[in-house]
């Protein structure tokens, strides 16, 4: 049996950016741990000259190599298909399966032309989203806490921006304010609808871990260090989280860990917690307003 190949390169060749195919990459790069793989982009391949630009550098090692096509005009389909298949590089059809699927349940033919992709019907809301985000980043609330969809709470570093800017990019509104010891919260943050608040919290040693590594990066010392030795002190940081988590238990939130999960899904769970309260809320109060719910969400 031969030995398992441990490097790939995935070649992904797209009449247009090529996006689709990076993402189906990267997410097949997450089942393979101890795979290390490079991903190629051959974008915007119109026309012969385009394909064999982008089989050429593939046959520079095709032994490493594995393509991802998103080609939808048949010719250079067929003519990067049937190179593949001389070189014996494994070849994936990536558009194949979705215009099947769609081809039998409607019986209607695809267009197989390179189509622009416009703005999808949301764009600006996600863009306006986005833009909320920033602005309401780190308890600078610039607009009343009311405009937003989604309120998180929390200590220092445990992952409220990163969080808030991803929700943003998924076109949520979302405000995000730090709780401070010895610092009084916004008042604002006890007369907002409770369900569109979510707490966040994170294990004492991982968040002592992150503070560190950003001390570090900061360089302080003398009398700045001193300062901040408190926000990097375990003991403290116990304490810390102890006011935190009184504070949330006045706001009624849900809390919310973040030790160990990946943004993408923390993402999820904070939709998932705020739709499930707004749904309870709306049900005994009708007049409330709505978390939207778009239909790419």
Known sequence: MAA?????????VADSTGDTGARVARAVQAQFPDL???????PRI?????????????????ADAVVFCTVVDIALHDRIEAACAELG???????????????????????????????????????????????NDDGNLTD?????????????RTGKTPLSMYLGYLGYR?????????????????ETDPWKIVGLTIDPERLLAIRRRRVDLMGV????????????????????????????????????????LALEEAAGRVIELVTARRRAHTASTPSTGQLSEGPDR
């Open 174 to 190: 979302t405000a995000n304010v730090p709780l401070v010891t010895g610092v009084a919260p916004p008042p604002e943050l006890f």
């Open 4 to 12: 398992p190949v441990r490097v790939v390169d995935i070649h992904v």
């Open 221 to 260: 010392g003398g009398r700045d260090g001193g300062r901040l030795g408190g926000y990097a002190d375990l003991a403290r940081i116990f304490d810390e989280l102890d006011e935190v988590s009184r504070i949330q238990r006045r706001l009624g939130c849900p809390v919310l860990d973040t030790t160990s």
């Open 144 to 156: 009343s806490l009311n405009e937003a969809e989604i309120v998180l709470v929390g200590a220092s």
């Open 89 to 135: 590089v494994p070849f994936a059809d990536l558009m194949a399966p979705a215009l099947d699927a769609v081809i039998a349940r409607t019986g209607l033919r695809p267009a197989r032309v390179v189509q622009p992709v416009g703005l999808a019907a949301d764009y600006f809301e996600r863009i306006h989203a986005m833009e909320f985000a920033v602005a």
């Open 46 to 62: 119109h026309d012969s000259a385009g394909a064999d630009d982008a089989l050429a550098l593939l046959r520079e090692s095709p």
């Open 36 to 42: 290390e793989v490079t991903v190629v982009r051959h």
